[in-house]
């Protein structure tokens, strides 16, 4: 038996014959611990220090602990409220060729809308396209001076337009090219590591 059971046995002994036997039972998935654990795992007497798992009292402490984050920072979820993220909480950071106080500039890493850099990545698609001559520059005109303005959320900027001007656009691109600068979409999900096949 590891030393973290052994220190985990001498406590449960410690708890009340009563509270013992209950919060020693095999937890029953699905259904929640009976008022009688919650109130003790409430109160402190059971913890993940005096419980094992897969039992109705580790079930109360669990379900105390979940409540207690929830009640310590409502606006968050359980697992916010201890510093994990989920999906959602990074917004996407995205560089594109965009009009800012009236000069065409290549608008580096600044954080948007999940939808507006979904535009974004739209735009720097018809770019690569303009660039490679797939997109010619009166069909690229023609497709970005219509469209909604991105909305910059950090730093708090504002609107700021795509430039539409295919001339405009191949001199950013060669000048961001010829300085090792590239425009991007990073969309701030973070995937979990693929497992391998046994």
């Given amino acids: 038996m590891a030393p973290a059971d052994d220190r985990r046995l001498a406590a449960n002994r410690l708890l009340p014959r009563g509270l013992r036997s209950t919060a020693n039972r095999r937890a029953r998935p699905r259904k929640p ?6 109130a003790a795992a409430e109160r402190g007497e059971l ?8 039992t109705a009292g580790r079930q109360a402490a ?12 409502p606006e968050l979820g359980a697992r916010q409220a201890v510093g994990q993220r989920i999906v959602g909480d990074v917004m996407p950071t995205v ?12 608008v580096e890493r600044v954080t948007v809308s999940r939808r507006d ?31 909604r303005p991105v909305n910059v959320i950090d730093p708090a900027w504002g609107p700021v ?10 001199a950013l691109a060669v000048g961001a090219q010829a300085q ?19």
């Fill in 33 to 38: 611990p009976s008022a009688n654990l919650l």
């Fill in 161 to 170: 337009s795509f430039v539409s001007d295919p001339a405009i656009v191949v």
């Fill in 95 to 106: 560089s594109f060729y965009g009009v800012l106080h009236g000069d065409p500039v290549l």
């Fill in 180 to 198: 090792g600068v590239e425009s991007w979409v990073d969309s701030g999900r973070r995937r979990s590591p693929r497992r391998g096949r046994k």
């Fill in 62 to 73: 669990d379900r105390a602990e979940y409540q207690r984050r929830l009640a310590a920072r």
């Fill in 117 to 147: 850099a979904s535009r974004v990545g739209r735009y720097l698609s018809l770019v690569a396209g303009l660039l490679d001559g797939r997109v010619t520059p009166a069909a690229f005109r023609r497709r970005v001076r219509t469209w």
């Fill in 47 to 54: 913890t993940r220090g005096n419980t094992r798992a897969g």
